[in-house]
């Protein structure tokens, strides 16, 4: 391969990484998610659109950046847009119905349809929940409730990650991680969004230019009414009896879910946390990007 500069190696590790998931990125996007090199955007659509070296390996079709000869992926990044605008709405008020349940904190939208590359209208909407202290798995157990409602309508929720404000840090740091929690959408929780990506700051050599979120929609924490009701329930759930009920849904969870563990689970299990990532889909996206790189004759970004 030709030598790229910083900027044009990072362009290029940006598409090949968003390939895998057959995402065609805007120009926004791409500047937002940008793998390893700070760049501001005037700097970066010049390197877009002006340099030689760079146009052997990438294009540019109506609004979107992709390696060239993937054309293919476009018609489906269309269709995907498409079918995560028609879930957006779903998702803005199924994420405000669960902030206000007692003990939330914060909700996040994660997942393909953060990217707004949800595969169709019926695709699942994947939550982050920040529970209070001590409060995780009951909180989980609520939340379960509001899924089963929201089948009886037709929507899969997955609030597949649970975790409780004083557990914001991850200890995965790889680009996987990285970039899940760049591309999340605060959904209610403003404040405690912006804690939990100071308190992974580490993020930013990976994705410099992600400093906050790309997509907004709009604050759906709980006000008034909602708020007084939600503080009713949490006193009402406080004390002997709520410490009763986390403890039983704790170790009931932990006996079922012990026999989907495996050696490459990425599932995290404990009093702070419920991540049921049992296929460890991080480890196959890595390997899916590495072997990418590869292809490309690229490294790793030195971070």
Same mark, same amino acid.
């Given at each position: 391969?030709?030598?790229?500069?910083?900027?044009?190696?990072?362009?290029?590790?940006?598409?090949?990484?968003?390939?895998?998931?057959?995402?065609?990125?805007?120009?926004?996007?791409?500047?937002?998610?940008?793998?390893?090199? +700070?760049?501001?955007? =005037?700097?970066?659509?010049? $390197? #877009? *659109?002006?340099?030689? /070296? @760079?146009?052997?390996?990438?294009?540019?079709?109506?609004?979107?950046?992709?390696?060239?000869?993937?054309?293919?992926?476009?018609?489906?990044?269309?269709?995907?847009?498409?079918?995560?605008?028609?879930?957006?709405?779903?998702?803005?008020?199924?994420?405000?119905?669960?902030?206000?349940?007692?003990?939330?904190?914060?909700?996040?939208?994660?997942?393909?349809?953060?990217?707004?590359?949800?595969?169709?209208?019926?695709?699942?909407?994947?939550?982050?929940?920040?529970?209070?202290?001590?409060?995780?798995?009951?909180?989980?157990?609520?939340?379960?409730?509001?899924?089963?409602?929201?089948?009886?309508?037709?929507?899969?929720?997955?609030?597949?990650?649970?975790?409780?404000?004083?557990?914001?840090?991850?200890?995965?740091?790889?680009?996987?991680?990285?970039?899940?929690? +760049?591309?999340?959408? =605060?959904?209610?929780?403003? $404040? #405690? *969004?912006?804690?939990? /990506? @100071?308190?992974?700051?580490?993020?930013?050599?990976?994705?410099?230019?992600?400093?906050?979120?790309?997509?907004?929609?709009?604050?759906?924490?709980?006000?008034?009414?909602?708020?007084?009701?939600?503080?009713?329930?949490?006193?009402?759930?406080?004390?002997?009896?709520?410490?009763?009920?986390?403890?039983?849904?704790?170790?009931?969870?932990?006996?079922?879910?012990?026999?989907?563990?495996?050696?490459?689970?990425?599932?995290?299990?404990?009093?702070?946390?419920?991540?049921?990532?049992?296929?460890?889909?991080?480890?196959?996206?890595?390997?899916?990007?590495?072997?990418?790189?590869?292809?490309?004759?690229?490294?790793?970004?030195?971070?």
């Amino acid at each position: 391969m030709e030598s790229l500069t910083p900027l044009e190696s990072a362009i290029l590790r940006t598409l090949l990484y968003a390939d895998i998931f057959n995402c065609p990125l805007t120009e926004a996007e791409l500047h937002h998610f940008l793998i390893g090199c +700070a760049a501001d955007l =005037p700097t970066l659509r010049a $390197a #877009l *659109y002006g340099s030689a /070296r @760079l146009a052997r390996y990438i294009e540019h079709c109506d609004e979107f950046w992709l390696l060239r000869g993937r054309g293919a992926a476009l018609p489906a990044r269309l269709s995907r847009r498409a079918a995560s605008q028609a879930l957006l709405p779903r998702a803005r008020f199924y994420g405000k119905l669960l902030a206000h349940l007692p003990f939330v904190r914060m909700v996040a939208l994660t997942g393909a349809l953060a990217m707004h590359n949800a595969r169709h209208a019926h695709d699942d909407i994947d939550f982050l929940i920040v529970t209070a202290p001590n409060r995780v798995w009951l909180t989980r157990l609520l939340a379960v409730l509001v899924v089963r409602l929201a089948q009886l309508r037709g929507v899969q929720l997955c609030p597949n990650y649970v975790l409780s404000e004083t557990a914001l840090s991850q200890t995965q740091q790889d680009i996987y991680m990285a970039h899940e929690l +760049a591309q999340m959408i =605060p959904l209610a929780g403003e $404040a #405690l *969004y912006r804690a939990m /990506r @100071l308190q992974n700051s580490w993020t930013r050599a990976f994705l410099p230019n992600a400093q906050g979120a790309l997509y907004q929609l709009g604050e759906g924490a709980p006000r008034g009414l909602g708020r007084a009701l939600q503080r009713l329930a949490e006193r009402l759930l406080s004390g002997k009896l709520g410490d009763w009920l986390e403890r039983f849904e704790y170790r009931r969870k932990v006996r079922k879910f012990a026999a989907l563990h495996t050696p490459h689970s990425a599932a995290q299990l404990d009093s702070e946390r419920v991540k049921g990532h049992f296929d460890d889909h991080g480890a196959q996206i890595r390997a899916a990007y590495a072997r990418n790189l590869r292809a490309y004759a690229l490294a790793e970004p030195d971070l």
